[in-house]
């Protein structure tokens, strides 16, 4: 590139620093929101083993907003600029250098159940911005100053910038640009009543990133170390009173290499390069307010509002009415496109309204084998994981599973692929699901992860493999697992929970604790279980697996002591023995005597078990069914307020949850479908509601509003009564809005008790 000696070898470094004080600031800053820069950035990483026509662009588009700007007398400037919630305060010299940047975000609040490592992650994810790149926060603002001589800028001018940026925010992220910037003015343009001066510039730069990922295998982070270089191209049009880019567009091309750093302290390298495509437009207040109304406009149309999806084009409503011809010929588009974006929209849309399902990935997977789409067809078999998993595909992905480097060559960093194996393969035993056609895996293909355990090269394949054989002999593998335990290799953390005889749950995996002593209180128990009636399929495996390593049968000694002495000590033990399928269920009479007994252990036993249905259920008489359809129907057409009270062993406090949704004061038409209606029902009506099938339902126009309320059968077992209804609801929209709708539903149990319904149980769902 040309170099002028107008300014040359001047250093630029963008860092956060210590807080700007109040002392620092210009007299006479002022505050404004009249200048919004819109700037829209599409950029990608490709790996060398990557095909191009398969990756696709990330796009962000940020409103950098300037809320205020000054100049002092020296001709130096502070801005302040934000994005989102994100401020930043740039002080720039009177070039527009950058000398200082201060970035103040919102304070991060934690739930009370993070634990260490899930509230650094929760940091982490705050700091990187959207993109195919890292985005931290500094360097989100990086280019907004632009650096100029300090006499009037006039076509034919050139200089010469040497510029360094840095983003160091903590948490092991860092960016570095550096680069030499040559300047042309080639020209001006008028923008809102102003004449700026127009920049072509050309960059070479080399950019260098550190970016950490939780290994999810292991104890530590994957460090991801990127060095590339290459150019930017573009143009610029610089406010010369504020020293910003004001407008413009620029490319950038830069290759080089990408380091995976594993926890270990291995090393595997890929050749990648990074392309980016940027464009920068200054707006006014208006015209920005213009832009928010128009993106909600666009959202407004789009097909995303509202729970319930609807086919919002033509082509949509072909697909969704399943139209073969048409799938056929969106899959050729597909195979024949060049364009990674357009292929991800087609199979967005086919996977949506289509149907999706096992032939459309088939199909999809062997047009990426035929054009070479390596890379998408072992994330997607990686994806899929241990689900279905034939000898045909492990001995597809094992290659790729036994070399980090052949997967980090396919830009895939292998956080969860070997955790999500092994999970999805633990089950797949005698001990926990004898029938082996539930199996997660073919047995043959199981047979040889468990070889694996011997075999494997890579350190994580051979835990996967560990795991799986320790699911079949616990006993024989124990040792082994404590010993990778110890040596931090997190993947074997539940195989190893289990054999203890304890399990995780909740949020952050927390461990119940070891399998109690035989002769355990009833109240060690409920410390190791958790609230009765949850995680039974966690605690069922945990105790068989404790059974199969040490040979102690707990559901025997559990049983020998039943019943126990005391409601607290048979709920809990109760409940145990019943999800170890030792004990039968509680029979309805049994439950309504404990709702009625007035012990909050019976109570909350007879609760956990009921869980909102009874298989013994059976339809109720026609006239009493008429009687609580009639009731609940009204309190829908109304206030919604539940025509029964809470029984009192209902949640505490929770009467006022009881509302069942009202469709009073509704816009729409209210419709009740009169299929499986008691006719008796209907003659019940008013005006203000219409009976209709549910064939001519769907036959009406998805864009004219309504609702559909559609009552279920009323159901009784013993002295129990179940109510269901559901509300579909489509808006009222124009013919250029994607329709739009949404879908509640409830369930009710009632008890009959002292001569009264109450409800016992309550569910409203919505989607």
Known sequence: MRRSALVTGIAL????????????????????????????????????GQHSGFVPFESVRDFIQTRGWGTRRSGRRTLILQIGYTEARLSTDETGRMTRIQIDRPDLFYRADQNASSRAESRRRRLIGRGATLALPAARFWEVAYVRPTEHLRPGMTWTDTLHFVADPGEGFSQQLDGVWENRVVGDTAIDGRTLPVVRFEAEVRYRSVHLVDDAAMEGDFVIDRDVSGTIVGTAVVDTVKGIRYAGADTARWSGVAVLNTPDGRSYRSPVRYERFQTWTARDSTTWIAIQDSLRAERRRGPRGGGTRFPGTELEERLSGGDPALTDSLLLEWRSSNDPNQRRDIEQTLRLWAGGGQRLE???????????????????????????????RLDRVLPYLEDLGKLWNLGITPRWTYVSLAERIMSATPTLEPDSSRWACDPAACARLVELAETAVEPRLRDVGMVIASMRDPAHWYERLR?????????????????????????????????????????????????????????????????????RDVVA????????????????????????????????AEMADALRSGSPARIQGARSQFGGRHPEATPAPTEQALDFLRLLLASLLGSGDSPWSAHRTYQPGSD???????LEGRTVPVFLMSDSLPPELGADLDDGVQLIELAAWRERPLR??????????????????????????????????????????GLLWLLRTNDIWEVVWFLRFAS
């Open 13 to 48: 470094t963008s860092i956060l620093s210590a807080e700007v004080t109040a002392q620092t600031l210009p007299s006479q800053l002022e505050y404004s929101t009249l200048v919004v820069i819109d700037r829209v950035v599409r950029d990608r990483w490709v790996h060398e």
């Open 362 to 392: 088939d199909r999809l997977r062997a047009f990426r084998t035929e054009l070479g789409d390596t890379a998408s067809v072992i994330t997607e078999m990686l994806s899929i994981g241990a689900r279905s998993l034939t000898e045909a």
């Open 483 to 551: 010993s990778r335990s110890d040596s931090g290799a997190t993947i074997v953390e539940p195989a190893l929970q289990l054999s203890n005889g304890s399990w995780l749950f909740g949020i952050d995996q927390a461990s119940s604790g070891p399998m109690p002593e035989e002769g355990a209180s009833w109240r060690t128990w409920l410390a190791w279980m958790g609230e009765p009636g949850r995680h039974q399929s966690d605690y069922r495996g945990a105790m068989r697996m404790y059974h199969a390593r040490t040979g």
């Open 557 to 588: 000694e559990l049983r020998s002591a039943w019943p126990p002495k005391g409601d607290s000590a048979q709920l809990v033990i109760g409940t145990l023995l019943r999800g170890m399928g030792v004990l039968e269920p509680l029979t309805a």
């Open 656 to 662: 006022r949850n009881l509302n069942l949704g009202s």
């Open 704 to 745: 004219a509003g309504g609702v559909l309320l559609q009552l279920g059968p009323v159901r009784t077992v013993g002295p129990f009564v179940s109510l269901q209804w559901n509300q579909s609801s489509r808006s009222e929209r124009s013919a250029d809005e994607a329709p739009r709708g949404g879908f509640v539903g």
